[in-house]
C-alpha cells in the first residue's frame, strides 16, 4: 500500500512479483473514486503515473482513494459492471482489499463463465448468497474476512468444481453443512474464526484431496473429529489445530424446553389443571346461596333467642324515621 499523499493515495494488489516503489503524487488532487482493472484501456486525464505503476507492478487492481470519498458497493465497481456487460466472457471477479461495503449482490448468479470469485478483506455484510450455487463452472471462491452473518448455504455443494473455499474470520453460525462431503475436488477448506456450532461431518472423510482444513477458533464446534479428517494447523491457527473449540470433548446437552405457564397462575407456584382454573368462578357462585341460607338461618336464630331487643331496634328505627 502506498502512503498518503496530499488528497489522494493508491491502494495496490496483489502485486505479482512482490517489488517495491516510491508512492507518486498524482497530477491533479481526486474528487471521486475510480478504479483501473487489468487490461482497462481507460485513463483519466493526468493519470500516466498510476498507468505506469500499474504496468509496472503487475496489478490485478489498482484503485484510486481521495480523501472522504464515500465507500463502494459491489455493483458499483467498474470491474462488475464491465462483467454485468459482458458476462459471458467474464471469467475472473477480484474485488478483494477495497474495503467495499454492502451485500454479495445475487446478480452474480447471472455471471455462469465465472470460475474466480475474490471478494476478501472488504467490509460486506449479510449472508452468502445461495445464488452462487447456480456458478457451476466456479473453482474458487473467497469471501474470508468481511462481515457476514447467517449460514452456510448447503446449495453450494452442487459447486462440484470447487477448489478452494474461504469463509473464515466472518461472524457464520450454525453448523458445517454435510453436504460438503460431495465436493471431492476441494483442497483448501477453511473455516476458522467464525461461530460454528455442531460436529465435524463423517462424510468429509471423503474428501481425498482436502489437505487444508481449517476450524480453529470456533467456540461451539464439539464432538470427536470423524476417522480420515485431519484439521490443520498452520499460522492462522498456530495454537493447535483444534484450538478455541470444543473438539475431542462431547458436545453439551441441549437445554431443556422451557414449559408455558397457564394464563392466570403465578409465576413460581404450581399450577392447576385447566379444568380446575376454569371452574374455580363457578364453583364459588354455586357456593353462594349456601351461604346465604346459612346467615338467614343464624339471623332467625338471633330474633328468636332475643326477642325483647329486637323488639327495642324495631322501635328505634321507628322512632327515626318519622323525625
Excluded at 490485478?60 to 482513494?65: A, G, I, S
Excluded at 481521495?66 to 475472473?92: D, F, H, R, V
Excluded at 413460581?268 to 353462594?288: I, K, M, Y
Aim: some cysteine; overall charge positive.
Amino acid at each position: 500500500k502506498c502512503r498518503e499523499r496530499v488528497r489522494t493515495h493508491v491502494v495496490c494488489t496483489r502485486i505479482y512479483p512482490p517489488s517495491t516503489f516510491a508512492c507518486a503524487q498524482a497530477t491533479k488532487p481526486l474528487s471521486l473514486r475510480i478504479q483501473y482493472p487489468l487490461g482497462s484501456k481507460t485513463i483519466a486525464p493526468g493519470m500516466r503515473t498510476i498507468q505506469a505503476m500499474q504496468t509496472a507492478c503487475g496489478l490485478v487492481l489498482l484503485v484510486m482513494l481521495s480523501q472522504g470519498a464515500a465507500a463502494l458497493k459491489i455493483n458499483e465497481t467498474s470491474a462488475y459492471q464491465t462483467c454485468m456487460q459482458a458476462p459471458a466472457t467474464c471469467t475472473t471477479l477480484s474485488l478483494h482489499g477495497n474495503q467495499l461495503t454492502g451485500t454479495v449482490p445475487t446478480e452474480l448468479a447471472s455471471l455462469t463463465s465465472l470460475t474466480y470469485i475474490g471478494l476478501w478483506l472488504n467490509r460486506l455484510t449479510g449472508t452468502v448468497p445461495t445464488e452462487l450455487a447456480l456458478l457451476t463452472n466456479l473453482t474458487y471462491l473467497d469471501l474470508e474476512r468481511n462481515q457476514l452473518t447467517g449460514t452456510l448455504p448447503h446449495e453450494l455443494s452442487a459447486l462440484t468444481r470447487l477448489t478452494n473455499m474461504w469463509f473464515h474470520t466472518n461472524r457464520l453460525t450454525g453448523t458445517v453443512p454435510i453436504e460438503f462431503g460431495a465436493l471431492t475436488d476441494l483442497t483448501y477448506l477453511w473455516l476458522h474464526t467464525n461461530e460454528f456450532t455442531g460436529t465435524i461431518p463423517s462424510e468429509f472423510a471423503a474428501l481425498t484431496n482436502l489437505t487444508y482444513l481449517f476450524v480453529c477458533n470456533n467456540s461451539g464446534l464439539c464432538g470427536d473429529v470423524p476417522p480420515g479428517v485431519t484439521p490443520y494447523a498452520g499460522s492462522y491457527c498456530a495454537a493447535g489445530a483444534t484450538a478455541g473449540t470444543l473438539l475431542g470433548s462431547p458436545c453439551p446437552s441441549p437445554p431443556p424446553a422451557a414449559t408455558s405457564t397457564p394464563t392466570g397462575t403465578p409465576t413460581g407456584s404450581p399450577s392447576s389443571p385447566p379444568t380446575e382454573l376454569v371452574d374455580a368462578p363457578t364453583s364459588w357462585l354455586r357456593e353462594q346461596p349456601l351461604k346465604d341460607n346459612w346467615f338467614r338461618k343464624r339471623e332467625v336464630a338471633r330474633k328468636n333467642a332475643f326477642p325483647q331487643k329486637h323488639a327495642w331496634f324495631r322501635k328505634q328505627s321507628k322512632n327515626k324515621a318519622r323525625n
